[in-house]
């Protein structure tokens, strides 16, 4: 994993969703500051996340201002965000997390991803910043 002020942040989807939506001010300063250096392929969100913005939207649970698929493309060209892939390596590497982690399948993806991409990721997620805690990903109190 790197460190320093090159790392890599991976969002949440929450906190993915408050950036966008109108709600960065949820967000503490820190984690604020920390999102606003980031540049370029600096600042990530996975694959997963798509899926559940968009089941979210679904389900009438998030309101978006237009198509969620424009709304995707919209979020990663405005915020410069790339979209990390669910790769095999990510794919089985969620199947086979160190530590104690929930069953979640989306939580277990993005635990992957970090850890893939050596990022620092940003949740407000208890279960991901316990994870955190346990040493097996960095993370940010988003």
């Given amino acids: 994993m790197g460190s320093g002020s ?14 966008v939506n ?15 250096l980031a540049s370029g392929s600096r600042l990530a969100v996975s694959a997963i996340s798509v899926w559940e913005l968009a089941m979210l939207e679904a389900r009438g649970r998030v309101q978006l201002q237009m198509d969620c698929t424009e709304w995707v493309a ?11 892939p669910l790769s095999t390596e990510i794919a089985v590497g969620s199947t086979r997390l160190p530590g104690d982690l929930h069953g979640d399948p989306a939580d277990r993806i993005i635990a992957a991803t970090a850890r893939h991409e050596g990022a620092t990721l940003i949740t407000r997620d ?6 955190a805690d346990q040493g097996f990903i960095r ?4």
Avoid at 74 to 84: K, Y
Avoid at 126 to 131: D, K, P, Q, T
Wanted: avoid cysteine; charged fraction near 20%; hydrophobic fraction near 50%.
């Fill in 74 to 84: 919209e979020a990663t060209r405005r915020t410069g965000l790339r979209v990390v």
């Fill in 22 to 36: 109108g709600g960065p001010e949820r967000l503490p300063p820190s984690a604020l500051n920390a999102v606003r």
């Fill in 6 to 19: 090159l790392d890599v942040l991976l969002l949440d989807t929450h906190i993915w969703i408050w950036l």
């Fill in 139 to 142: 993370a940010m109190e988003g």
């Fill in 126 to 131: 208890r279960a991901l910043l316990a994870y």
